[in-house]
């Protein structure tokens, strides 16, 4: 089939340069001559005949037609019609071909905006990960690796009241930086552990040292991270890692600490 | 009036209606659908291609009522292609218009990814 349109269309081709090349004896009207340029014009383009085969097979039978009735005695106003036909045709042909263009272009463009959607994501997802390294290295920054227990960043006792367990604003920034930490690293667990000094009762130590503990954990569950992943467990004043002689030793051993399990939520044993 | 007069007159009036055109029914209702395809592409009068189609069925409407039938089918044959010239051009500058879209976003893109390096 396609072969026949080819051969077709080479015939009437062949057809339109004979008429074509005899045009210089005769003096066609001027519609014949312009849908004699238009017929050149579309048929020396490989784009339309491609795209548009049949319209350009009849550009050319309308053209010969018109050139026919335009050698005839009073036949002129039939001659400007196929005349006017074949232009037609032409334009038709050249709309077509230019509709095929835009389909490539168009193919083109979408490849390319794939391509470019596809580099983006990555660009951003890349982004991201670097930010949860800047992140890794700031929480890294704050805590400290122990050989027993991992990985532990210290709150110290200024972002409490003497005595109370409610978290001072001073803390939100540490905390925030917290909350992003366990959101980008959603494996690891936390072990959140209060300590006191050993001035006053021990009970009421205990029970302060896991109120304050708690106190973190309901913020970390209040920003989002799921109970799920945090432990609260509270020392009184055990463990201190001062001596309790000196105010300066006490306020180091008031203190909240914050355990973390390892990127896939290994979490070594609480103590005692 | 006898019968031989009445049979010349009879045959006159068959030569006429030979030497006539026919009436281009089919051309008429072509060229009435091609119109209506383009209108339904979204042609109107603003395209020029389209005025013409319009005003030539028009034309050629008005001479079936006459029984000029020859000018009707050269009226609907060209109405006809104007209105597909009509629509083919709607439909290129369609596609020209979907380019120009996407070139944009492209050029967006381009630009979002420029600013993340």
């Given amino acids: 089939m396609k072969q026949l349109t080819g051969m077709r269309v080479g015939l009437v081709l062949a057809a339109g340069l004979v008429t074509v090349g005899c045009t210089g004896q005769r003096a066609n009207s001027e519609a014949v001559q312009r849908a004699e340029v238009a017929f050149q ?52 042909a050249r709309e077509r071909s230019q509709q095929m263009l835009n389909q490539q272009r168009l193919t083109k463009l979408q ?60 803390a939100n920034r540490t905390i925030l930086k917290l909350v992003q930490f366990l959101q980008l690293n959603p494996k690891r667990v936390v072990r959140i552990e209060g300590y006191t000094d050993n001035t006053g009762e021990k009970a009421f130590n205990l029970q302060l040292s896991t109120d304050r503990a708690q106190s973190v954990a309901d913020t970390l569950v209040d920003l989002g991270i799921d109970e799920s992943r945090i432990q609260v467990q ?39 | 009036m006898n019968i031989q007069t009445m049979t010349a007159g009879a045959l006159l009036a068959l030569l006429a209606g030979c030497a006539n055109d026919p009436a281009p029914t089919q051309q008429l209702r072509l060229a009435d659908q091609t119109v209506e395809q383009a209108r339904a592409v979204g042609a109107t009068d603003d395209n020029e291609a389209m005025k013409m189609a319009v005003d030539k069925l028009v034309q050629a409407r008005a001479q ?25 051009q709607l439909l290129t500058a369609k596609g020209q218009e979907q380019i120009k879209v996407l070139e944009a976003r492209i050029q967006r893109l381009r630009k979002q990814l420029g600013d993340m390096q």
């Fill in chain 2, 64 to 88: 079936m009522v006459d029984e000029n039938y020859k000018s009707a089918r050269l009226n609907a044959e060209q109405a006809e292609l104007d209105a597909r010239l009509a629509e083919d």
């Fill in chain 1, 234 to 272: 509270g020392y009184g004043d055990a463990y201190p890692v001062d001596a309790n002689a000196s105010e300066r030793g006490r306020a180091q051993n008031r203190r909240v600490e914050i355990v973390f399990s390892n990127a896939k939520g290994e979490m070594a044993l609480p103590r005692g």
């Fill in chain 1, 41 to 92: 014009a579309v048929r020396d383009d490989s784009n339309v005949l491609r795209s548009a085969p049949k319209d350009v097979i009849r550009a050319g039978e309308s053209l010969a037609r018109a050139e026919r009735l335009a050698s005839y005695w009073g036949t002129g106003s039939d001659a400007q019609h196929y005349a006017y036909l074949s232009q037609r045709y032409s334009e038709i």
């Fill in chain 1, 111 to 170: 490849m390319d905006q794939q391509r470019l959607q596809l580099a983006l994501r990555d660009s951003k997802l890349e982004s991201v990960q670097q930010q949860g390294k800047w992140l890794e290295e700031q929480i890294l920054a704050l805590a400290n690796v122990e050989a027993d227990r991992g990985l532990v960043m210290t709150l110290g006792d200024v972002l409490f009241d003497t005595g109370e367990a409610q978290l001072k604003p001073q």
